[in-house]
């Protein structure tokens, strides 16, 4: 049975220097929530002290912040300020290991799925400079005013086609999907099937929080035909498709999908344009 978050306090008060920046205090609370699910906890409490126990919260802090290596991306996140920014710490190196070589070219046209309080947006400009052109869409239209600020947010569903078809031509073409949006199974899929296609060759498409592909309050359950986690190795068995007679689970899927990098709660797709391969025997 999934648990319910009851109280979640953030109250730093006196204590505000030393907690120092709002993403320690932030991920201090997902940690704490993150090991009461893992407790099997049913009900959720993630309580930030007052002056008088900051020492134990400072501790906590300090074992967040030494989770953090020292890669581009884990520098920026640790010492990010300003708008809240949501991410689970061991996709930090997983960005960098795939995201690195898009940096080197100096400009990419990326897309994320999920704006919430605009922080990515903000990571992300920093990490790919300002040559770059990065995108946001959000369901809520509060997030409409994060528009600007560090890249341009629409307002609409990851599950609409016609949305995503306008904001992609809007941009112009796409390199790299990051769907942090809602976690349904039937939205996360929607969208896939809509910007797969639309990605430039050599793109990346990177889906997020898959956990909830085992849950089925977002649609999914293990081993269920709705889980995307299930879509996923679909397509593994589509790229190898060479070597079987089944028919291919998506109609790209056959000469496009050249990668599919499994994670914990993360799936990274590279796109690329696939041959049948060849094998060369030298030497001897
Ligand atoms: C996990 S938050 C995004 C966090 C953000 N990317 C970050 O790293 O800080 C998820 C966001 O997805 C949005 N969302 C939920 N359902 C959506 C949908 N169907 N289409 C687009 N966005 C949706 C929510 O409004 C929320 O802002």
């Known amino acids: 049975m999934r648990a319910n978050v009851i109280a979640v306090k953030i109250d730093c008060g006196a204590a505000d220097e030393r907690c120092s920046t709002t ?9 704490r929530i993150a090991n009461q699910l893992q407790n099997g906890a049913r009900r959720l409490t993630a309580y930030l002290p007052s002056a008088q126990s900051i020492e134990k919260f400072q501790s906590e802090l ?5 989770k953090i290596g020292d890669t581009r991306m884990e520098r920026l996140f640790a010492n990010h300020q300003g708008p ?3 991410k689970w710490l061991h ?3 997983i960005y960098e290991r795939h995201f690195s070589p898009y940096r080197e070219v100096g400009s990419v046209s990326l897309l994320e799925l999920g704006v919430y309080r605009g922080g ?14 990065v995108f946001g869409i959000d369901i809520d239209p ?3 005013r994060f528009d600007g600020d560090y890249g341009s947010v629409r307002i609409g569903s990851q599950a609409d086609p016609d949305f995503l078809q306008g904001v992609v031509q809007e941009m112009g073409g796409i390199d790299i999907v990051i769907d942090d949006g809602s976690h349904v199974m039937k939205h996360i899929k929607a969208s896939f099937e809509t910007l797969f296609p639309l990605l430039s060759d050599g793109g990346l498409y ?3 929080d898959l956990h909830t592909a085992y849950w089925p309050s977002f649609g999914g359950g293990y081993r269920s035909r709705r889980s995307f986690i299930e879509t996923a190795k679909g397509l593994v068995d589509d790229m190898h498709h060479w070597y079987h007679r089944r028919a291919a689970s998506q109609p790209f899927a056959k ?6 990098h499994f994670y914990d709660s993360m799936i990274v797709f590279e796109k690329r344009k696939v041959e049948r391969p060849t094998s060369v025997m030298v030497g001897g």
């Open 62 to 66: 300090d074992d967040v912040r030494d």
């Open 23 to 31: 993403t320690g205090v932030y991920v201090a609370i997902r940690n």
């Open 91 to 93: 996709y930090l190196p």
């Open 120 to 133: 990515s947006l903000k990571l992300w400009r920093e990490y790919f400079g300002p040559a770059s052109q």
């Open 206 to 208: 990177v889906v997020e």
């Open 255 to 260: 000469d496009q999908v050249a990668a599919v």
């Open 142 to 144: 509060a997030c409409a």
């Open 84 to 86: 809240q920014l949501l």
